[in-house]
């Protein structure tokens, strides 16, 4: 279980992100005391995490004030998280280790390979189709062989899009056949990838698996782009909208869990 200092973090977080502070508000320890039910010890020790992943700052003698992620950050960490990956599936390419787990990520294939083929989106397949893709990115962290890169990987996954294995979803794929068949496609099209790259560590081939790899964690930067393009005023919450499955705690009331690979 969380401590409670934890998971103070993790509702206050949520709050940030949905935008329910302002950008430089600051953070009134006994508002949130008041809020959350509790003394100021464990707020503080929430507040003392935030710091550290960047969403509050603290002013000498002043206390804590908001530190709002934009969808400007939110790109630049996918785009550290997609060399981190890289070169995650690269160093496991060259491992002697790495037929250890390549079983792990042809399962993972073949479960999303199988939900595809089913010609449907529903709750329980997207949630699946979500394990089962951070059971394949998982395997390449633990393959590795290289602690730090998950390490880093696990600093910037508070953040809308940014837990191993995320996925993403347009919003409009179920309001008709043809953009239910346009999402499938793309799914098929992530997990052709996959399979390439299991190919590529299958047979050592460190260059191609980590090739492949960058294209594909590249799709995700393009999603944004294209939502940025689509939507006007494009903000982080409604990033959130795109990945609650993932972030399943900061999901909202009648709000859909939304996924793509």
């Given at each position: 279980m969380e401590s409670i200092d934890a998971e103070l973090a993790t509702k206050i977080r949520n709050d940030i992100l949905h935008g329910a502070?302002?950008?430089?508000?600051?953070?009134?320890?006994?508002?949130?005391?008041?809020?959350h039910q509790v003394s100021r010890t464990p707020?503080?020790?929430?507040?003392?995490i935030l710091e550290r992943e960047s969403l509050v700052r603290r002013s000498d003698g002043r206390g804590y004030f908001v530190q709002s992620p934009t969808v400007s950050d939110i790109i630049q960490a996918v785009q550290v998280r997609g060399h981190l990956e890289s070169l995650a599936?690269?160093?496991?390419?060259?491992?002697?280790?790495?037929?250890?787990?390549?079983?792990?990520?042809?399962d993972a294939i073949d479960t999303i390979e199988s939900l595809t083929s089913l010609g449907r989106l529903d709750d329980d397949i997207r949630w699946q189709m979500q394990a089962a893709n951070k059971a394949f990115h998982g395997a390449i962290l633990e393959g590795c062989a290289n602690d730090y890169i998950g390490y880093t990987c696990a600093q910037i996954s508070h953040l809308p899009m940014l837990e191993v294995g995320s996925m993403v979803f347009d919003r409009g794929v179920l309001s008709s056949p043809d953009q239910m068949?346009?999402?499938?496609?793309?799914?098929?099209?992530?997990?052709?990838?996959?399979?390439?790259?299991?190919?590529?560590?299958?047979k050592g081939d460190a260059v191609?698996?980590?090739?492949?790899?960058?294209?594909?964690?590249?799709?995700?930067?393009?999603?944004?782009?294209?939502?940025?393009?689509?939507?006007?005023?494009?903000?982080?919450?409604d990033l959130i909208s795109y990945s609650s499955l993932t972030h399943d705690a900061t999901t909202q009331p009648n709000q859909d869990p939304k996924i793509v690979i």
């Open positions: 502070y302002a950008e430089g508000e600051r953070l009134s320890e006994a508002k949130l005391c008041d809020t707020i503080r020790l929430a507040l003392r599936i690269r160093l496991m390419a060259q491992s002697p280790d790495r037929h250890k787990h390549l079983q792990q990520m042809a068949k346009r999402g499938l496609f793309r799914l098929q099209l992530g997990n052709a990838q996959h399979k390439v790259m299991l190919e590529a560590v299958e191609r698996a980590e090739g492949v790899m960058q294209e594909h964690s590249h799709t995700m930067i393009e999603y944004i782009q294209m939502f940025e393009k689509r939507e006007n005023g494009l903000t982080v919450s």
